[in-house]
T-cell receptor, first 118, second 111 residues
Framework: GAVVSQHPSRVICKSGTSVKIECRSLDFQATTMFWYRQFPKQSLMLMATSNEGSKATYEQGVEKDKFLINHASLTLSTLTVTSAHPEDSSFYIC??????????????FGPGTRLTVT | GESVGLHLPTLSVQEGDNSIINCAYSNSASDYFIWYKQESGKGPQFIIDIRSNMDKRQGQRVTVLLNKTVKHLSLQIAATQPGDSAVYFCTFRGSNYKLTFGKGTLLTVNP
């Protein structure tokens, strides 16, 4: 149980185009989903917190107009990198907190999406 | 501000030996800590967690120790195996489920 998937696992796009990454909780409902970015040999940096049915909360320094987040259902959140540039190339990872996890602090991670912008 | 740091960025051990990965944190208000393992090209995998009202918790081959006095967390892996080779992150939970990740320690297990 508690599986989170991401699609695609790898994507290569040209500079200036937009890329959408999906994060799905397969066997549980997630009130909250998180999006992280990880550069090579570095730690995970939280980009934004996504709550179902409401606007995402972005961390300081993350451009909300560039990284569009939609959490339309309790099992799906999407991250769209708009007008991608080579510096956006990174490993994007999502995580999901189950609906009833308020007291258990559970958070499950997806396998990540490798974005390469050429 | 919140931060989590690691004492050793890399650790190399022989197969069968015990491994100890250390972590320091600065936010004394944190009440929940988690160790994650990340293999190359994959997402973090939960290993073990501990609440601040505990100082030790054991799992299968892993033990987490928490010293709140000096704000120090450690992960002990018994009888380390090649499959344990990965980057290990200590994290703590802040407000609104947010996790703060440390820099990570690369564990290499030599056969």
């Amino acid at each position: 149980g508690a599986v989170v998937s991401q699609h695609p696992s790898r994507v290569i796009c040209k500079s200036g185009t937009s890329v959408k990454i999906e994060c799905r909780s397969l066997d549980f409902q997630a009130t909250t989903m998180f999006w992280y970015r990880q550069f090579p040999k570095q730690s995970l940096m939280l980009m934004a917190t996504s709550n179902e049915g409401s606007k995402a909360t972005y961390e300081q320094g993350v451009e909300k107009d560039k990284f569009l987040i939609n959490h339309a259902s309790l099992t799906l959140s999407t991250l769209t990198v708009t007008s991608a540039h080579p510096e956006d190339s990174s490993f994007y990872i999502c995580s999901a907190a189950p609906l009833l996890a308020f007291f258990s602090y559970e958070q499950y991670f997806g396998p990540g999406t490798r974005l390469t912008v050429t | 501000g919140e931060s989590v740091g690691l004492h050793l960025p890399t650790l190399s051990v022989q197969e069968g030996d015990n491994s100890i990965i250390n972590c320091a944190y600065s936010n004394s208000a944190s009440d929940y800590f988690i160790w994650y393992k990340q293999e190359s090209g994959k997402g973090p995998q939960f290993i073990i967690d501990i609440r601040s009202n505990m100082d030790k918790r054991q799992g299968q081959r892993v033990t987490v120790l928490l010293n709140k006095t000096v704000k120090h967390l450690s992960l002990q892996i018994a009888a380390t195996q090649p499959g344990d080779s990965a980057v290990y992150f200590c994290t703590f939970r802040g407000s609104n489920y947010k996790l703060t990740f440390g820099k990570g320690t690369l564990l290499t297990v030599n056969p």
